[in-house]
């Protein structure tokens, strides 16, 4: 059969088309195989004209000096292999949220105004002006999809998104890792202890990645900015568990100054810091564990941003920046653990970046700082920075690569025309205002005429002064600029005007016990202490008398019982007594104790003390002794003191007793407080007991304590009866209503039930939330116990860490003195120096040489070691960072600088940016 024209022409245009087809196929396929770079050259043009995309990841509290990243080998081959790594990284304050405030407007703290983790951060001001100049919100108005994720800063209490951010998941608080809450876009969510759902820093990498992931899909021609801002290292350091058994006695962080001690040279903290004791030293240990697990969590969070990166094929195209917020000492110079000093162990942090102008695998010297961090951003996204920013962009370093230079052992050496600067200020202070109204203050007072405050006027007594003497109770001491009163450590006991108490007559004769006095004590005195009080005196009161004239009786006897024989016996006895005598038989018994104590309170021993472990144990031994004895010496002195009080003159000595003196009679029971004019006549048949107040003090404190002991446990019987109660009450509304629903359920329906749902578990829940407010009530009891006036304190036991590895080394309360801590300091980074000045409130200086030949570990303050000149210097270096503003002010104008020490003068600056250059930085 022969096919239609219809029919051929058909066939004949579906062969064409094949063949078409077969062609393009082929062609495309030998094009692909021969020149793989020309079908994308378009693609890669439009990719160098769209901008990147900028990611930064910020650890908390993360060091460099005790190891930490030697934790972190996918971030040192990701980062660090594939970027930069910067050796010189600082912080200008080492405290969480001046130090991240200053990340996010890069300013100096003196220019933010957030000056500590309370003062104005998240403040109203911090609202209304440095917030909303973030880079952050600079890069949102530039079309980046920008977003938040993880730690913001410690006050940040959810009820607002800040400015600048469209995807924001903010954690509220302090650093958490369980049991925490965040700010979704507005909305808060309570997360509990559940590990797969609720782990903090899993929880920002999966976030991120999704929000980048999603980004890409809705908007795929938009650059992506995100900040993961982990809580690790940070306390509490709640690791993931499947690294709880890593990092096992590991000592990365016992530096050469890790319980480097004493140090009397430094400041007041230093001095006053002791050595750390077995104890803290295991503690010391073990959080250096606890905080390399917890970086293990982010280092695969890194990890997988970069993978995540890869697959979309965004890697190439992106910024990756890792830091820290600041460095984080653990037992150097004997300071247990913490931050906010100026040594390089607290504000040295890691610093990373890789990115398409970086160059591969590369340590770069030169000195970057938290302050660079925005002005290095917006420089990357092609975005002008603003004039009042203090730090200045990095990029320019590696753009054009002709500014650097890399050598065969990638060293990185910056060779641009622009000069880098050599030094910067490291502060911590008070916010100005604060000092200037004290000073305004003073100033008015003086120019009315007024006198000066009452502090001042006190202070100038020299009852006042240090050291404290005998008998004296406060001293006057000048706390950052201002005159405070503190009590002396060891206070003289106050004089008391002598009181009476009355105890029962004791009834000599068991015949007529009483059955209701069974059980009660009918004396003052217990047996044990008659028998030592007549011990005391057959060996002092009748010393070189006859043993037969003394009489076995009651020690406490009324006034009418006192025996002439008695108080001629007692006179003689003191009028024999040489006090010298005494005293220099003690001195000869006591020995020489090889130790004395200075006029400033400072314990000097001689070196024999310490020549080996031996003989300071034997020395301590000997102390103890010592003390023994003079316990046993002042316990003979007050019993004399007592007896002498108990002893009442003749009649004829009756006009001797001065108005003060107070004599107790007791008749009956019945106590009364009798004047010279109450030494009439008694009667003869009363037996009368007279026991001082100071004889009973501690008597009555014990039942003082017993009393409030017997009402502590009749209140805690009440409360557990009414919780009883409660409880009785709520379980049977809460059957009574169940009991419909469970009566018409189907067995088999309770496994698709979620019982952590219904209203009655819910309910439920109140009694857990009063078990864990009763464990927070018995944890703020320790807090309260463990506080000392000035000093920052924590307590550790057995229950702070809730995951594993497990503290099990007993309680512990540390107080470290980290308050007032307020200082502003000038760090020198050049070819021929390496130096850190400081200036502290108090007024004391502190400078290290930290030259490779000098003090590397910052253990020696060579201030003495400046002449004038070069003292000079410093000091006008640090004034004139504490008031700079902008880049031109705070870091053009030091770059760089020379300190010739060993010079009588420091060099002359060296060049500056021109004006015409000030906006390339």
């Known amino acids: 059969m022969i096919p239609s024209n219809r029919c051929l022409r058909t066939i004949v245009s579906t062969v064409l088309l094949c063949t078409i087809l077969l062609q393009y196929c082929d062609g495309r396929s030998r094009h692909r195989t021969s020149s793989p770079r020309r079908q994308s050259k378009y693609q890669l043009e439009s990719r160098r004209e769209r901008k990147p995309n900028i990611i930064l990841i910020m650890s908390d509290d993360q060091d460099v000096l005790l190891g930490s990243m030697g934790a972190m080998n996918k971030t040192r081959r990701l980062l660090g292999d594939k970027g930069a790594n910067f050796i010189n990284a600082f912080v200008t304050t080492p405290l969480c949220c001046p130090s991240r405030s200053s990340i996010l407007t890069g300013q100096y703290v003196h220019n933010h105004g957030v000056y500590s983790n309370q003062d104005h951060c998240v403040s109203d001001e911090w609202k209304a002006g440095p917030e ?31 400015n600048g951010w469209v995807e924001w998941v903010g954690l509220l608080q302090n650093s958490k890792f369980y049991n925490y809450t965040l700010n979704r876009n507005g909305q808060l969510f309570n997360h509990g202890h559940d590990y797969h759902r609720d782990y903090l820093p899993d929880l920002i990498a999966n976030d991120s990645v999704t929000f980048f992931k999603l980004s890409k899909m809705a908007y795929p021609d ?38 480097y001690n004493p140090n009397f040279d430094k400041h007041w903290i230093m001095q006053y810091t002791p050595p750390l004791t077995d104890q803290l030293k295991t503690f010391t240990d073990f959080l250096q564990r606890k905080r390399l697990i917890t970086l293990q969590s982010i280092d695969d969070a890194v990890a997988k941003v970069c993978n995540t990166l890869e697959e979309l094929g965004e890697l190439d195209n992106t910024y990756i920046i890792y830091t820290s917020d600041h460095g984080y000492h653990l037992g150097q ?29 590369v340590d770069v010297p030169n000195i970057v700082l938290n302050i660079d961090l925005a002005p290095t951003i917006l420089n990357l996204a092609g975005i002008p920075i603003p004039p009042y920013m203090d730090g200045t962009s990095i990029v320019k370093l590696f753009d054009p690569p002709s500014n650097y230079k890399v050598t065969k052992r990638r060293k990185f050496r910056y060779v641009g025309r622009e000069p880098w600067r050599d030094s910067f200020m490291i502060e911590r202070t008070r916010s100005p205002e ?70 029962k007559i004791r009834n000599t004769n068991p015949k007529n016990d009483n059955n209701n006095n069974k059980g009660k004590r009918g004396s003052s ?82 070196e024999e003390v310490f020549e080996s472990k031996k003989s300071l144990v034997e020395h301590k031994k000997r102390i103890d002794e010592q003390l023994q004895l003079l316990r046993e010496q002042m316990k003979n002195l007050q019993e004399i003191k007592l007896y002498l009080k108990r002893v009442q003159p003749d009649k004829d000595d009756k006009e001797k007793i001065t108005k003060e003196t107070h004599i107790c009679r007791c008749e009956g029971g019945l106590a009364v407080t009798a004047d010279r004019d109450l030494l009439a006549d008694e009667p003869d048949n009363t037996d009368v007991d007279v ?138 980074i050049n070819e021929t120096h390496d130096l850190l000045y400081c200036e502290f409130i108090t007024k004391f200086l502190e400078y290290y040489d930290m030259r490779p030949s000098k003090d590397p570990h910052q253990k020696i303050n060579a201030i003495y070691d400046l002449s004038n000149n070069e003292r000079r210097y410093l000091t006008n270096q640090v004034h004139h960072l504490k008031s700079c503003t902008g880049y031109s002010h705070c870091t053009e104008e030091l770059s760089p600088h020379y300190i010739a020490i060993g010079h009588e003068a420091p060099m002359e600056p060296g060049p500056t940016l021109s004006d015409s250059d000030t906006t390339h930085r």
């Not at 880079?135 to 998104?161: C, E, H, I, M, S």
């Not at 690790?232 to 050469?256: I, L, S, V, Y």
């Open 691 to 828: 026991v001082y107040e100071e004889d009973v003090d501690g008597e009555e404190e014990e039942e003082q304590q017993r009393r409030k002991s017997d009402k502590k446990k009749k209140d805690r019987t009440e409360r557990r009866r009414n919780r009883q109660k409660r409880k009785a009450t709520f379980e049977d509304n809460f059957a009574n209503e169940a009991e419909p629903f469970f009566e018409d359920a189907d067995s088999n329906d309770f496994e698709d039930i979620d019982i952590g749902n219904t209203k009655e578990t819910q309910t439920l829940t109140l009694l857990e939330r009063r078990r864990i407010r009763k464990q927070e009530k018995k944890k703020s009891k320790h807090k309260k116990d463990c506080s000392v006036e000035g000093m920052n304190c924590f307590t550790h036991d057995g229950n702070h860490w809730k995951t594993a590895p497990y503290w099990n080394h007993g309680y512990m309360c540390v107080c470290s003195n980290t308050v007032n801590n307020s200082y502003s300091c000038v760090r020198t």
């Open 434 to 503: 604060e000092w200037e109204q004290y000073f305004r203050k003073r100033q008015k007072e003086l120019e009315r005429g007024k006198k000066p405050p009452k502090t001042d006027e006190e202070c100038s007594l020299p009852e006042m002064q240090l050291p404290c003497k005998p008998g004296q109770t406060k001293y006057c001491v000048e706390d950052e600029g201002m005159i405070k009163i503190r009590k002396c450590r060891v206070a003289a006991a106050e004089t008391k005007e002598p009181k009476c108490r009355c105890t």
């Open 132 to 162: 909303r100049r973030s880079f952050g919100a600079f890069l949102q108005n530039a079309n980046y999809r920008t977003g938040y994720f993880g730690k913001y800063l410690n006050r940040y209490d959810g009820t607002y998104v800040p």
């Open 333 to 361: 110079y004997g300071m247990v653990k913490g931050k906010s000093n100026p040594y390089d162990f607290d504000v040295r942090v890691p610093f990373y970046i890789r990115g398409p102008k970086i160059p591969a695998g």
């Open 222 to 259: 938009n650059p992506i900015h995100m900040v993961l801002s982990m809580p690790g290292p940070h306390g509490p350091e709640d690791g993931a568990p499947q690294f709880a058994q890593m990092f096992q006695n590991n000592q990365w962080h016992r530096t050469e100054t890790w319980n």
């Open 525 to 606: 005195m217990t047996k044990a202490e008659k028998r030592q009080q007549r011990v005391f005196l057959r060996d002092h009161v009748n010393q070189g008398g006859n043993a037969d004239n003394y009489r076995p009786g009651r020690f406490l006897r009324g006034r009418r019982d006192v025996a002439q024989q008695d108080i001629d016996d007692l006179s003689d006895f003191a009028g024999s007594y040489d006090l010298q005598f005494e005293i220099s038989q003690l001195s000869a018994i006591i020995g020489d104790t090889k130790c004395r104590v200075l006029t400033n309170d400072t314990v000097v021993c001689d």
